[in-house]
């Protein structure tokens, strides 16, 4: 595979310049679906209701003009009452409510379909993305982007589809029907006014758009910060940081206040110049319709036709500023949001990569070589086998590179050399998918989702039933825990689990792989925020559990890694020691000492403990 800098992968490329028309032509395929015709005919259905509501909409003057002069006395004559007439107006004006809500009816489905498709695409992208991308990303600007993009897509499909074209239309419409009833005068005043105020709008908003667009920056920022400050509640109140935090969140927030109020200026500007344009359009075609009446070339009648077709006409473009300056506001946050499906998923399988086909399980590192930065190497060259059904642990330093370990092998990311086998298969050359069920992961740092313990342990194997989530929490000790609370499985977790201690999340999470039952497991330092006491209640039901299954142990602990059949020293980015717990301690290097160390460590902490029990 072509390799890549993995800077590149670090966060989306930067949105190049504004392209409202690549972006529409994005959101096209969308709203013309392949393999669906029930939804291409509510397309044509929409748009054939549009079309004869407008067209309706133009004759409703025209009928209103008959019953003026009707109704108007002429000379030597009497007036009428216009019955016939007076009942098409009503019906015209039923006509024209009647199609515009049938369009709607059927455009809806239409609509929340493309935004249901859209809003999954991007959440299945973002999933496929690379761990890479989700350790740099900021969660509160990107939850953001896809809320305001997908909002965006319901704001343009019903404003331009159905305000701003119908409203193009009628346009034209109403200027052949001013040329065909009086004289092309009355059509170029109507095509002048429109055209200036169109002109007018386009300008002064696009000189406004950058306000916007700080607007939703900082906007994304404060945001961004509140999240993550929320977040980490905790760490706040450890260190008193509730003032600084509330400094950081004013900050952006002021950014915000200074662009919305330029933004508001502009916006006043922009009414103001709008105002007048139409105000100016509609007085010069009144006094020429006016000059029309006393001239006797025309009726009140016409007068008052040329009046509703302006009023009729001026009324949706009255509105079209706003709708405008959503349209490309929308735009804007369309283009934010899908613009994140360009983003390179870096981790891809391979054309026509088959499954995994796991037989006995063994695990083999050949010369790994991976770095996070191109110019920090992590591992220089790791080679190691765990056989099948057997344990090997990684020990090692603070930073030696034993969590990379367990990222490269559930393939988080690629190695940058070397090559990563199990049963004799690269797992490049494998679909994550099949790799991922065949590996069980008991990570150092466990997040729960924000629902029941049932939900979180079942996560391992969604249709498991309750007699298969009790068994796989007996296992992992957690069972008469949670029998004794009030709500027992069925007790929410909270925001990432912080309702639970940190031993009671991580059994939780030895529950939830127990009851996935992969062909490998990876425990990292998955006892290390367990008490001695459950930490050695854990290790049996963990040997039971990886009996026959083989097991990658990476641990900092060492008394949790003295059953391995192997372990595996790092050091600097390689495998400085190798062998048994015994053959180790006996070899008196690294290993030892760091056993030494721990040892005295652990006495310490018995003799401290049994000095505060004796003080009691």
Do not use: C
């Amino acid at each position: 595979m072509r390799r890549r800098d993995p800077d590149s992968y670090r966060r989306p490329p930067e949105l190049g310049p504004r392209n409202d028309w690549r972006t529409i032509r994005t959101l096209l395929p969308y709203l013309w679906p392949v393999g669906q015709p029930i939804l291409r005919l509510r397309v044509v259905l929409a748009m054939v209701f549009l079309a004869a509501g407008k067209g309706v909409t133009v004759l409703v003057p025209l009928l209103y003009k008959h019953a003026v002069d009707a109704l108007t006395p002429k000379a030597g004559g009497i007036a009428v009452v216009p019955l016939a007439v007076l009942l098409a107006y009503g019906l015209a004006r039923v006509a024209v409510s009647a199609s515009s809500e049938l369009r709607d009816v059927a455009f809806a489905r239409v609509s929340q379909r493309a935004i249901r498709t859209v809003g999954l695409e991007i959440f299945r992208h973002l999933h496929a993305l690379a761990l890479r991308f989700h350790l740099d990303r900021q969660t509160g600007g990107v939850s953001r982007a896809i809320e305001r993009g997908t909002k965006g897509i319901e704001f343009v499909l019903n404003f331009m589809l159905f305000n701003i074209l119908p409203t193009i239309l009628e346009i034209g419409m109403v200027t052949a029907m001013l040329w065909h009833l009086y004289n092309a005068t009355f059509a170029l005043a109507t095509f002048a006014t429109i055209t200036l105020y169109i002109a007018y709008t386009l300008g002064v908003t696009e000189w406004r758009t950058k306000y916007r667009r700080i607007m939703n920056d900082t906007d994304s920022d404060a945001s961004t910060k509140a999240i993550d400050s929320l977040l980490n509640f905790e760490t706040v109140k450890y260190f008193g940081n509730e003032a600084h935090e509330a400094a950081r969140y004013d900050v952006a927030l002021a950014r915000y206040e200074d662009a919305a109020v330029k933004s508001k200026v502009s916006l006043g500007l922009l009414n103001i110049g709008q105002g007048a344009i139409i105000a100016v359009g509609l007085t010069v075609i009144m006094l020429m319709a006016a000059r029309g009446v006393v001239a006797g070339r025309m009726t009140v009648g016409d007068f008052v036709l040329v009046n509703a077709y302006l009023v009729q006409l001026y009324l949706p473009l009255n509105a079209l500023g706003f709708v405008y300056r959503e349209i490309k506001q929308s735009l804007t946050d369309m283009e934010t949001m899908f613009h994140l499906l360009t983003v390179d998923a870096e981790i891809a399988d391979r054309p026509g990569a088959p499954a995994l086909a796991v037989t006995g399980g063994e695990v083999r590192f050949e010369n790994v070589r991976f770095g996070y930065q191109p110019s920090r190497e992590i591992l220089k060259g790791v080679s190691f086998t765990v056989a099948p059904g057997g344990m090997v642990a990684i020990v090692g330093a603070s930073g030696a590179g034993k969590s990379t370990i367990s990222r490269l092998l559930f393939r988080f990311y690629d190695v940058t050399g070397g090559a990563i086998f199990i049963d004799g298969q690269d797992i490049r050359g494998v679909t994550q998918a099949s790799l991922r069920a065949s590996i069980g992961v008991v990570p150092q740092d466990t997040v729960l989702f924000n629902d029941s313990i049932r939900y979180n342990i079942a996560y391992g194997r969604p249709d498991a039933g309750q007699d298969e989530v009790e068994r796989a929490a007996r296992l992992a000790s957690v069972h008469g825990f949670v029998s004794g609370l009030p709500d027992g499985y069925d007790t929410r977790v909270g925001e990432r689990g912080l309702k639970l201690s940190g031993g009671e999340k991580q059994r939780v999470a030895i529950a939830r792989t127990i009851l996935k039952s992969p062909r490998i497991l990876v425990f990292d330092e998955a006892t290390s925020a367990l008490d001695t006491h459950t930490e050695k209640a854990i290790q049996a039901s963990l040997r039971e559990v990886a009996r026959d299954r083989t097991t990658l142990v990476i641990a900092h602990r060492l008394s949790t890694v003295i059953d391995a059949d192997e372990i595996v020293v790092l050091g600097d980015g390689l495998v400085i020691e190798r062998g048994t717990h015994a053959a180790l301690l006996e070899r008196n290097g690294r290993y030892a000492d760091m056993w030494a160390k721990q040892q005295e460590a652990a006495l310490l902490h018995d003799r401290l403990a049994a000095t505060e029990r004796a003080a009691e």
